[in-house]
């Protein structure tokens, strides 16, 4: 959703924070603001609008600067206006403020600012912490203490930073449940709501936790609890890379990154075979009576999860069920110590994941989280984590964080196979997972060379419905192949069980609704291929995802895409790469923003 980055140091404070906005372009935005402390004051230029927009503008400033806070705002409280975009000040002009989150209680506090004389400026929630900040000011001595002894009285979700003219060459921050992360320079240090920010600088960071604020400086970060209480921090190296978090030529960062599946998922491979090898432990996790598991997620995420199902309750007997985060909560769920609850979460900051999750801790379960972002409130929060090696995800539409969640799934089920004693081939399902790569790596290949999803996708894209369809463990990637067109271009897409067709949406089917069906070898093969025939009687057009050999589903359809054959559990992690490329070329045929659709943000910090 929003952005963040602060920077002091040696450095052109606004050419690095214009450069960290941009990096976070991919977050979702409508407006964009920087705040510099020059020469004792403070500057503040905001726009309505793209980047590029703020960027033509601050480039042309003839100022120096070597602190400052910028921001790119997803509109919430007050719509998406200059006036509305951060930074926002208090009533001197000396303080600004940059916040991601929402201020619960704003309406109280502003009512008591306007009557002690404060004018606001905008109809956002977050002014009201620059005016609190310069009210406590006036009754105590330390600009510090007068932002913790505001921060304190704020109720709902922030990660916030802060600069002054009192102290120029400071930025201060604090978080409660919104990510907040400071990378550490050479003379120089950085904050920043997403790590890519200030990749290009340095991967060496400390993540603020809840109820942590801090005083950021060129050469010291000073962290706190939020009375003021020194807390030691460690800092942790990311292993993620400058290039991972750059296009490296191609069109839009979804190509980079579907194209990037074969190393992320052999990377993934690799950094979890030592715990299901016993080379190592799963550190945390206790499995000593589990019962049950309760899978949480959204998304695709939440996709992920459904195959995750199969995996688990095919393997391991142990019944598992999948929920959607934003619906757990309420449903009363029944769960305990003997539940082991597994969240997925590429970014580890999806508000309803962490939510799903503090609840089933509360209920006593066990918490395991698959997550692809190191130090993300997810894995702080879970007993045990298991990291997707996916590299940094910039676009929008997740690609190779699902795929890597995949593998980890198996991998874990296989795992849980093992201690459960039901291991009975799976020594089989490990080698052939470790022939993924570069059964994808040499799919990918000949797409490359044949550009048939391209071409299918040309002769597509000006349709107004799909429906995608699959069966057993491929259900759920129908599923995914639907979000995945929906979500980047905006076509009405439905993913649905082909079996469950005939007990409704078989009435939408006519020559103008294409249809995509899943029909890889497997044991549900005839019985898709009889779904299929449904198709064709209602002058369908069917899009085939099939094996080469799979003559029947050839002749039956008009487009026909091949992907390799593989074992049917693993088969999920294979197909769904055309369906991401058929989303991704579609999109981009008509024209649209691929990386960053419109009312979209790549990690949902909201409820
Ligand atoms: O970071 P998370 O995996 O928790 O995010 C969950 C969903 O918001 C996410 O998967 C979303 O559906 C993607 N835009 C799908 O492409």
Not at 138 to 145: G, H, I, R
Request: with cysteine; aromatic share 8%.
């Amino acid at each position: 959703m929003c952005g963040i980055v602060g920077y002091t140091g040696k450095d052109d404070a606004k050419r690095i924070i214009v450069d960290g906005l941009k990096r976070l372009e991919y977050r979702g935005y409508d407006s964009a603001g920087i705040a510099l402390l020059v020469d004792g004051k403070l500057v503040v230029l905001k726009k309505k609008g793209k980047i590029r927009e703020l960027e033509s503008e601050v480039t042309c400033l003839d100022l120096v600067s070597h602190t400052g806070i910028g921001h790119t705002r997803w509109a919430t409280h007050g719509h998406p206006t200059e006036e509305n975009a951060h930074p926002h000040t208090d009533c001197r002009g000396e303080i600004a403020v940059v916040h991601n989150g929402v201020i619960e209680n704003y309406m109280t506090l502003k009512e008591e600012l306007l009557r002690k004389g404060h004018r606001f400026k905008s109809d956002t929630d977050t002014e009201v912490v620059a005016h609190l900040i310069e009210e406590e000011r006036n009754v105590c001595s330390d600009f510090f203490e007068a932002f913790l002894r505001a921060v304190r009285k704020l109720k709902g979700s922030y990660a916030l930073a802060v600069i002054t003219t009192e102290s120029p060459d400071k930025v201060f921050i604090a978080r409660k449940d919104s990510p907040l992360v400071v990378g550490l320079g050479d003379g120089e240090n950085f904050v920043a709501s997403d790590i890519p920010a200030f990749l290009p600088y340095t991967n060496r960071v400390i993540f603020l936790e809840d109820f942590e604020a801090g005083i950021v400086e060129s050469d010291c970060v000073t962290v706190t609890d939020f009375n003021g209480e020194r807390k030691e921090k460690k800092p942790v190296t990311v292993p993620w890379s400058l290039a991972q978090a750059e296009k490296a030529g191609y069109k839009h960062f979804m190509l980079k990154e579907i194209f990037e599946q074969p190393r992320a998922i052999a990377d993934t491979i690799s950094g979890n075979l030592p715990w299901l090898r016993g080379e190592s432990e799963i550190e945390g996790l206790e499995l000593d009576g589990i019962k049950r598991i309760q899978i949480v997620a959204c998304g695709t995420s939440y996709h992920a999860g459904l195959v995750g199902k199969f995996y688990f309750e095919n393997l391991t007997r142990i019944p598992t069920e999948v929920d959607y985060a934003s619906e757990y909560r309420y449903r009363n769920p029944v769960v305990d110590e003997n539940t082991l609850v597994v969240s997925i979460t590429q970014s580890g900051e999806t508000a309803d994941t962490l939510a799903a999750m503090r609840l089933a801790k509360e209920k006593g379960a066990r918490l395991l989280t698959i997550c692809n972002v190191i130090g993300s409130t997810a894995t702080r929060e879970a007993d045990a984590v298991l990291y997707t090696y996916a590299g940094p995800e910039i676009s929008v539409a997740s690609t190779k964080a699902f795929t890597t969640q995949l593998t980890v799934l198996l991998m874990l089920s296989i795992f849980l196979a093992k201690v459960t004693g039901r291991d009975e081939g799976t020594e089989d399902l490990l080698s052939q997972l470790l022939q993924i790569p570069s059964k994808v790596e040499e799919f990918l290949r000949l797409e490359k060379e044949s550009e048939r999803v391209k071409k299918i996708a040309l002769d597509l894209y000006r349709v107004k419905n799909m429906l995608y369809l699959g069966r057993h463990v491929n259900y759920p990637i129908a599923l995914e192949g639907a979000l995945k067109l929906k979500e980047i271009s905006y076509i009405h897409a439905e993913g649905y069980p082909a079996g469950e067709m005939k007990h409704g949406p078989i009435a939408l089917i006519d020559e103008t609704v294409p249809v995509v069906v899943v029909a890889t070898k497997g044991r549900v093969y005839e019985k898709v291929l009889s779904n299929l025939e449904e198709v064709k009687s209602r002058k369908g057009k069917v899009v085939a995802v099939t094996n080469e050999g799979c003559r029947e589903v050839k002749e039956k359809s008009e487009f026909v895409i091949e992907v390799p054959e593989v074992e049917e559990f693993i088969s999920p992690i294979v197909n769904v790469i055309p369906l991401q490329l058929f989303a991704y070329y579609i999109a981009d045929f008509l024209g649209y923003d691929v990386d960053q659709p419109r009312n979209l943000a790549k990690s949902v910090t909201v409820e």
